[in-house]
């Protein structure tokens, strides 16, 4: 037991410290918790909750891209502001609940009708996940800004604003191989690569406008619908600057 003072000491109880606790109970409330809490929840451990807060191998969800079947439905996030705006596109096959994230959008300094455009190549029949108030927005600019982009013919819906259940579920959709991303998506990964906590646990809020989307997108994706005949899936294989998508 580890010496505090001469007259006090610290004792950290973990689950296995539970009898009560049998490993099915344990293994059903790990997968319950994040991933930067397991530590202190299952053994006790104090933790500040830095590091990634998807501690998952790219190679684990990543995949090679390929032709989406015409019968997934299909959505996309997007997230506004003029230093950059971005938007990630899934398509879900409802029966292995996998979510197959295929395309990017990622542009800053430019007008909502550029953006608008990029957007309505994928096709301008997706329907689109947004949270007009983010990024410190007022709630009457936010609405300004998502009616400029309805104007622009894009169908959109309120995006589920819960950040830890949304962090949830894209943690359990990633571990348990329910979420896929196409290996072609350059800035989807390094936004990836740097999301993370910092000593005192909060999120870093600097290159994470996809991730933002990749929430949106896992927590609304009872939005998507489906493509006809005449409005394929567009896919597109190669990177494009100018127009900031893949």
Same mark, same amino acid.
């Given at each position: 037991?580890?010496?505090?003072?001469?007259?006090?000491?610290?004792? =950290?109880?973990?689950?296995?410290?539970? *009898?009560?606790?049998?490993?099915?109970?344990?293994?059903?409330?790990?997968?319950?918790?994040? *991933? &930067?809490?397991? @530590?202190?929840?299952?053994? /006790?451990?104090?933790?500040?909750?830095? /590091?990634?807060?998807?501690?998952?191998?790219?190679?684990?969800?990543?995949?090679? *891209?390929?032709e989406i079947p015409s019968y997934w439905p299909v959505a996309y996030?997007?997230?506004?502001g003029w230093n950059r705006t971005a938007a990630l596109w899934g398509s879900w096959d409802r029966e292995s609940d996998v979510i197959y994230v295929w395309s990017e959008h990622y542009r800053g300094e430019a007008e909502p009708i550029i953006h608008a455009s990029a957007i309505k190549a994928r096709g301008d029949w997706i329907n689109g996940i947004i949270d &007009?108030?983010?990024?410190?927005?007022?709630?009457?600019? /936010?609405? !300004?800004?998502?009616?400029?982009?309805?104007?622009?013919?894009?169908?959109? =819906?309120?995006? !589920?604003?819960?950040?830890?259940?949304?962090?949830?579920?894209?943690?359990?959709?990633?571990?348990?191989?329910?979420?896929?991303?196409?290996?072609?998506?350059?800035? =989807?990964? @390094?936004?990836?690569?740097?999301?993370?906590?910092?000593e005192k646990g909060k999120i870093v809020k600097e290159f994470d406008h996809l991730m933002d989307c990749l929430r949106y997108l896992c927590m609304g994706i009872e939005h998507a619908n489906l493509p006809t005949i005449s409005h394929p899936v567009y896919r597109d294989d190669s990177h494009d600057d100018s127009t900031g998508y893949n």
């Open positions: 037991m580890p010496e505090i003072s001469t007259t006090k000491y610290s004792q =950290f109880i973990g689950w296995d410290d539970c *009898p009560h606790l049998s490993e099915e109970a344990k293994k059903a409330m790990e997968y319950e918790i994040e *991933p &930067h809490l397991r @530590k202190s929840r299952m053994q /006790g451990l104090p933790s500040l909750g830095s /590091g990634a807060i998807y501690p998952i191998e790219r190679e684990e969800i990543e995949c090679t *891209p390929f996030a997007l997230d506004v &007009h108030a983010a990024r410190g927005r007022r709630q009457i600019d /936010g609405r !300004n800004l998502m009616d400029l982009y309805t104007q622009e013919g894009l169908k959109l =819906f309120n995006a !589920n604003k819960a950040i830890d259940a949304g962090i949830l579920e894209v943690y359990q959709r990633l571990s348990t191989g329910r979420l896929k991303i196409f290996a072609n998506l350059p800035n =989807f990964w @390094k936004e990836y690569m740097l999301y993370r906590r910092d």
